[in-house]
């Protein structure tokens, strides 16, 4: 079984900054693609930022030069970095990882989500 733990959600001031983190644990055999996705009220999940197993990364135009995805391969880890914070960046934030689960098996798992508010 496969686990995905989000943290570090929370209230902040416009212009302030968090720290999202996601650990993955459980029978991995290897983590392919992991990212950030977002749902606000009343609209769809969107995507936020993606990180390869390589370090390649790609992000939403919303949170580009804002956000910073980063990862820890060793700790099946997957951070976001986000400054400069904006309401509308208000939303519950969703880890997501594509996990290979043995030689010839991959399956993609979410986590619970952690809620992000901007608001002063």
């Known amino acids: 079984q496969v686990q995905l733990v989000e943290s570090g959600g929370g209230l902040v001031q416009p212009g302030g900054s968090l720290r999202l983190s996601c650990v993955a644990s459980g029978s991995i055999f290897s983590i392919n693609v992991m990212g950030w996705y977002r749902q606000a009220p009343g609209k769809p999940r969107e995507l936020v930022a993606v990180?390869?197993?390589?370090?390649?990364?790609n992000y939403a135009d919303s949170v580009k030069g804002r956000f910073t995805i980063s990862r820890d391969n060793a700790k099946n880890t997957v951070y976001l970095q986000m400054n400069s914070l904006k309401p509308e960046d208000t939303a519950v934030y969703y880890c997501?990882?594509?996990?290979?689960?043995?030689?010839?098996?991959?399956?993609?798992?979410w986590g619970q989500g952690t809620q992000v508010t901007v608001s002063s």
């Open positions: 990180i390869t197993n390589g370090g390649s990364t």
């Open positions: 997501y990882a594509d996990i290979r689960l043995n030689i010839i098996s991959n399956r993609g798992y």
